[in-house]
């Protein structure tokens, strides 16, 4: 830290999230999520959803992972991904549906649909 630099600035610029990642209205970790996931990562996952969504498909992360989509560095980011379709007017929650997972856990999963 800079001699000149107040501890309020340093944290001020710690915590300043970049204009092209900042989700506002969300909570300070679902936009950390976000600003931390690898931009190649997002753009794969906006390719992926803009096609869908082109096709009027419903999908789901279940469906992104089985179109190519690596999982991300932490699970967090695939809410964080799924926040940030919904704030740009890319895609909107429609629904839930069961997992299609073969893990055997029977668990209810967030259906998306492009606008």
Known sequence: MNPQTTKADFLD???KLDPNTALPGYTDGLQSAFAYTTEQWRDQAL?????????????TAEVLRRLGLPAPEKPQQWGALFAALQHHGIAEAVGWGPSTTASGQER???IWQGL
């Open 108 to 110: 209810g999963v967030r």
């Open 47 to 59: 390719d992926i959803v803009c096609s869908l969504a082109a096709d009027g498909e419903r999908f």
């Open 13 to 15: 610029q710690l915590l």
